[in-house]
Antibody
């Protein structure tokens, strides 16, 4: 079964950092691009970041709202995607989901809640 | 404000059909056949229902169908069932490896 499991969320103060992990199983992780999305409480979905597979250079893309603060990476040997979140703001408070794909996304992990508050 | 515009809510009775729209621009929906639709129950992760405008992933019943005309995509659910009640989000590729979503439509099965 293809599965994605996020971890690393929690309560953090503004300006601090947090690293999220997305552990994959059930498929050849290195063959796929991976993305992070988020959903603020009571709000809609927002794309955050994207990383290509190594076959396509492993390069990265970011939404304007997080560019320069967040860093996406991957460890294909461990089947894990990461999202390093720096200089966190209160508006980064959301459930963060990881997912697989390029033009459409499936499956999605269960999400991990990040709360940025003093 | 979301990049794509979806009606806040739609409703229908069991067995009926409902259609929900997703309006973007010539820079996203109008330019690419990469519109996807996601179903989300409260507190749960989104689930892919339609991709590439009108394709269904394995396991999604043919009661779910998608289409696009110009800058507007649509999701139709026929033969409404109680467990179709959920939030539905459309997503479009917007070029340069960026993606935009609609604000979501709450489907109520009466």
């Amino acid at each position: 079964e293809v599965q994605l499991v996020e971890s690393g969320g929690g309560l953090v103060k503004p300006g601090r950092s947090l690293r999220l992990s997305c552990t994959a199983s059930g498929f050849t992780f290195g063959d796929y691009a991976m993305s992070w999305f988020r959903q603020a409480p009571g709000k809609g979905l927002e794309w955050v970041s994207f990383i290509r597979s190594k076959a396509y250079g492993g390069t990265t893309e970011y939404a304007a709202s997080v560019k320069g603060r967040f860093i996406i990476s991957r460890d294909d040997s461990k089947s894990i995607a990461y999202l390093q979140m720096n200089s966190l703001k209160t508006e980064d408070t959301a459930v963060y989901y990881c997912t697989r794909g390029v033009y459409w996304f499936d499956p999605w992990g269960q999400g991990t809640l990040v709360t940025v508050s003093s | 404000q979301s990049a794509l515009t979806q009606p806040r809510s739609v409703s229908g009775s069991p067995g009926q059909s409902v259609t929900m729209s997703c309006t973007g621009t010539s820079s996203d929906v109008g330019s690419y056949n990469y519109v996807s639709w996601y179903q989300q129950y409260p507190g749960k992760a989104p689930k892919l229902k339609i991709y590439d405008v009108s394709k269904r992933p394995s396991g999604v019943p043919d009661r779910f169908s998608g289409s696009k005309s110009g800058n507007t995509a649509s999701l139709t659910i026929s033969g409404l069932q109680a467990d179709d009640e959920a939030d539905y989000y459309c997503c479009s590729y917007a070029g340069s490896y960026t993606w935009v979503f609609g604000g979501g439509t709450k489907l109520t099965v009466l």
